[in-house]
């Protein structure tokens, strides 16, 4: 074996360079401390009191420009400005300004080297990759030539999909039953469906695909594109992604399941669902959730939500998001990225917040008194109402109570180029006892345990 590696428990090895990594962390993380006992004294205190108040009270503004409409809401929103400019100013007035930046860098740069040390302790964020066979002898591919403002014409992805002997149907005038059509061209003879337009026609089209047992291409060509975001896809150029049907590979990926319907990224409830719902939502979606966030947040508006899961409860939050597996560690909209989907479990965030000072505990991630995250396969979410709105991929929807959501492993066959984007290495939590722990001059055997790259 290597002399580098020191070896731990099965399925991971720490070497010696991590070992040094942590060591220097914690030593730049000291000289951050040092730097301002040194050149800023007993202002250092002063100095560290004046920073956390001012982000305790940006994010207290921040909250209450949520919840507040009117004077207050331009207020909070003044404060929140105010708070960081407030700090540079006192700085200043204290010649301490490039004692602060200069720690700071120091604390970024401990912050870079303790992440490094801890990413080789991670599980593989890559999904395994199968071959793409056989090779289809008649693909059949969904565009929506409006989605992502016109991409299907600005790409010129149908005449593309065409040369690579694909039958392609336009989504032109009115409401289309897109599952319809995939069905339809599937008993035509399709042996293999793709989508180009948003993540709520994939959803659909992606669904009969599984239940056909047929492989299944995303083209990029939507507005946000989450789903072939974490596919490992190059959103910046749809077309690239046809590339699947001459050089693929195959990944197995989970489908997400709400009282039966599929969904590939997540289904949320509460305060997103209530805001997606809205007819005006499409039109203004900064007004219209500005408009509606005060009475969401002060329970003046929606049904009051229960979840219940693996005997753990959720009550009462005013957002819940199901993800068809979990999003980055601390992502609490579903905004950021899946490293993988191929775990067979659903992520599970619950927010809860009825105050300012619920809105601070927020930063302290999942130990915050508004925030409850869980892993699960199977959760029912009921409610004070006989029907709620529930946002599937983006998509409002009404559905009866209670409501169930499950996971569905390796149900989707999705054929991706060989040659795509990827997916990047997630980054660690900066975990100080376990760094502590993997710097010791010792090997303690705990220390080299897995990170989990999950939240939960």
Known sequence: MDSSLISGPPGSQVTHSQRWLARLSFVLAALAVVMLVIFAGLASIAMLAVGLAAAVVSLAAAYFFLARRGMWRWLSLAVFALAPIAVIVVYVFKSLLWVALVSAAVWLLASMTARRALAGNQPDWRMPEHPAQPPPRHPYFIMNPKSGGGKVEKFDLKRKAEDLGAEVFLLLGGPTDVAEVAREAVA???????????????ALVAGIAAE??????????????HFALDLGLDR??????LA????????RVDLGMINGQVFVNNASFGAYAEVVESPAYRDDKLNTTLN??????QGHRGARLSARADGAEITGPQALLVANNPYGSGDIAGLGRRTRLDRGILGVVGVKVHSARQAVGLLRGTHGAGLKVLITKQIEITADAPKIP?????????????????????????WVPRNRPGIPAPKPPVNWARLRRLAALREQPDSLAPLEAVPG
Do not use: H, I, K, Y
Not at 188 to 202: E, K, N, S
Not at 214 to 222: N, R
Not at 236 to 241: A, Y
Not at 244 to 251: F, I, M, T, W, Y
């Open 244 to 251: 699947a049907l001459s050089d693929g590979v195959e990944l």
């Open 212 to 225: 056909r047992g047929l492989p299944f291409v995303v083209v990029s060509a939507g507005t946000r594109n």
């Open 188 to 202: 035509r003879g399709a042996d293999l469906l793709g989508v180009a337009g948003g993540d709520g026609t994939q």
């Open 292 to 297: 509606l966030l005060p009475d969401l947040l």
């Open 390 to 414: 529930v946002g599937v991929d983006g998509e409002a929807v009404m559905m009866s109570t209670p409501v169930t959501c499950m996971v569905s492993p390796g149900a989707l066959r999705v």
């Open 236 to 241: 910046e150029d749809p077309s690239t992604c």
